[in-house]
């Protein structure tokens, strides 16, 4: 990260930074949160998490809004604009991550006085678990530029594919054997789902980080293990 003649310039760039931490902070919290509140059935935690979105949009459109407002004044070139242009996406990405992480608080509240089969609760932690810690990882790989870091959260996406979709078709199986589980298991299915596009949005910034530094877009295909939608072949079950 270059200094500049003009001490501001590198101020606003140093401000954009500075929300993004704070923002990613915000999501890895929410995100936290949410899946410890389905784990304990805590709905006091679950009405939290809705609450602290507020803020994490906030700081969103406040990253927008002096972004423009730098790529207006400096005309950055190069490096600098990609800073610019980074700052927007990654902010982007961030307050999605708050929406899901909200969505799964409010799907807590739905199903908090009938909870039942705490195993496949687990199986929504375990993915939570890997998801949290891609978010991390990715959120350091930006504060650092390092590129090898992201990379490695990009090749990891396909690992939360596969277990999203093994706990996919046991949640259906759980269905099927009983009609009085289709609530829950609905309920657990979208907090899942959930779950597994924050981690889409964690790849996204890796790509993003990507372009920051090497001023190129990834252009291989992501690694995807996502069998949900697969058709099935109902004269093999």
């Known amino acids: 990260m270059s200094e500049h003649i003009v001490s501001s310039f590198d101020a606003e760039l140093e401000g954009l930074r500075s929300s993004i931490a704070e923002m990613g902070g915000i999501a890895e919290k929410q995100l936290a949160d949410a899946v410890t509140a389905l784990v304990r059935r805590d709905t006091s935690l679950a009405q939290a998490v809705i609450a602290m979105d507020q803020r994490l949009d906030a700081l969103q459109r406040d990253v927008e809004e002096r972004a423009v407002l730098t790529i207006a004044r400096r005309q950055p070139l190069a490096i600098d604009l990609r800073e610019v242009i980074a700052a927007i996406r990654i902010s982007g990405d961030l307050e999605r991550v708050g929406d899901m992480s909200k969505n799964c608080a409010k799907r807590v509240l739905a199903i908090a006085d009938g909870f039942q089969a705490q195993k496949i609760v687990t199986g929504v932690q375990n993915i939570a678990d890997l998801v949290m810690?891609?978010?991390?990882?990715?959120?350091?790989?930006?504060?650092?530029?390092?590129?090898?870091?992201?990379?490695?959260?990009?090749?990891?996406?396909?690992?939360?594919?596969?277990?999203?979709?093994?706990?996919?078709?046991?949640?259906?199986?759980?269905?099927?054997?009983?009609?009085?589980?289709?609530?829950?298991?609905?309920h657990l299915l979208f907090v899942a789902k959930n779950v597994e596009r924050i981690g889409d949005h964690a790849t996204n910034i890796a790509e993003t980080i990507n372009y920051l530094v090497t001023g190129q877009n990834l252009t291989a295909e992501r690694p995807k293990n996502d069998r949900t939608t697969a058709p099935v072949d109902v004269a093999a079950e």
């Open 133 to 186: 810690e891609q978010l991390k990882d990715v959120l350091d790989a930006y504060a650092q530029h390092d590129l090898a870091r992201a990379l490695d959260v990009w090749q990891r996406d396909g690992q939360i594919d596969a277990l999203y979709t093994s706990l996919f078709r046991e949640l259906l199986t759980y269905m099927m054997e009983d009609p009085r589980n289709i609530s829950f298991c609905a």
